[in-house]
């Protein structure tokens, strides 16, 4: 959906969540890239990309530390957003798991009975728990690989196992965010909101009915309806 000219628009996401955001995802994907030929002899052409096999590892660690920041982003310039996230996340009812059934005929036939969701709905919520689930998985097990002699060899071993399962697991979440954030209808409104900050009003009603009627009771919405009769 596109904003009318001259919308209103309301403040959704704060500069410390939307950096959060942005550097996972383009450490997640610099991690995937210079992951590749250390994965599998099929992608060694990259190696002098990267400086040979030791300027890949050395680029996959620094990455790797900059994949483990965001939580801190959020916990020291946003917390009022890591707490908002996380509630809101681990808040499920009865509209949310209607979503699932309803999102399908949206997505693909346009279909409008979706039930009201939340600051985030059912399927961003869904995200940011794989997220969570997978992005301890790939730390956990990154930090066994990155200093393994302090390991057992069957620690090791697992930890192999737990980074490829976490890693394919991150790599379907991701492609799905993706391709949701860029195909779906309101996708221009949606990706607004994580590189701006702010969403327009109509989006807001349409996508987030339950958050929409929030901001309608705190007064940081006006009703067009309301506006009419002040008139």
Known sequence: ?????????????????????????????????????????FFSFLYPVFGGPEGARLLHRIFAVFFMLPFFVLLIFDRQGLVNWTKRILTWKKNDFSFFLAFPKEFFV??????????????????????????????????????????????VQWGITIHVVGFSLAMLTVVAHIFLSTFHPNSKASLRGIIKGDVPVSYAKEHHGQWYDELVEKGEIVEEKKKSKGA
Request: charged share 15%.
């Open 1 to 41: 959906m596109k904003a009318q000219k001259n919308e209103q628009m309301v403040h959704r996401f704060n500069k410390g969540f939307i950096v959060s955001h942005w550097v996972q995802a383009i450490s997640f994907f610099a991690l995937y890239i210079t992951a590749l030929p250390l994965y599998t002899d």
């Open 110 to 155: 346009g279909n409008d009975k979706v039930p009201k969701q939340d600051f985030f709905n059912a399927g961003e919520k869904l995200n940011s728990l794989l997220i969570i689930v997978t992005t301890l998985m790939l730390i956990g097990s990154g930090l066994i690989l990155w200093f393994p002699a302090n390991f057992s060899q069957s620690v």
